[in-house]
């Protein structure tokens, strides 16, 4: 994939798994139980998007979650600003916790409960990703107000992208979204093929 890790990241990534296992236990964060499915499935599979990501680029991941792909990538890109918007309140109060367990700089968590925690984030960012938010144009009508004239929606979808693509473009162009790129993905040892893609604001 093209990426290298200092001893210094594998422990946090150990670390983050350590959470996972841990917080797992207590609320609803993932369906996966093994930690080699997590390694390559969560891991490896947000880690895909580093390469479209520019030197010191603001960052969003809306609809984090158990923090994917947003932590992995500030793991991996410490120049990275991150911001974790959430609207689950204890998945929010899991990621705090990572960003304390791992000492994460750079990196804001919020909460979009009742509608707060946004009001300032207007247009500011360079990308804003997701890579379970749902269909492609739920995901544009959520993101485009985060992002700045230029900025790119980064979607990660499954094989179904590229056809889900497709069908969704016209509206897309019509909510001001032009197709950058998309790529094809093969996450390392399993056949799984992911699509990333790019929609740049007008």
Known sequence: ???????????????????????????????????????????LDSLTIIKHLPLNASFMDIGAGAGFPGVPVKIVRSDLTLLLLEATRK???????????????????????????????????DFV????????????????????????????KGKRGREELEESLFQLEGMGLKLFFQEEVQLPYLSHQRILIGLKKD
């Open 1 to 43: 994939m093209g990426v290298s890790l200092s001893s210094e990241q594998v422990k946090c990534f150990g670390l983050y798994l350590r959470e996972l296992d841990e917080w797992r236990r207590r609320i609803n964060l993932s369906s996966r139980k093994e930690e080699r499915e997590i390694i390559i499935k969560d891991f």
């Open 91 to 125: 998945k929010v109060f899991f990621l705090k916790d990572v960003q304390r367990v791992l000492a994460l700089k750079g990196m804001e968590v919020r909460w979009t409960g009742e509608g707060r925690g946004i009001e300032d984030l207007s247009g500011i960012f």
């Open 129 to 156: 990703a997701s890579r379970a938010f749902g269909r492609l144009v739920k995901f544009a009508e959520a993101g485009i107000p985060f992002l700045k004239k230029g900025g790119i929606l980064l979607a990660m």
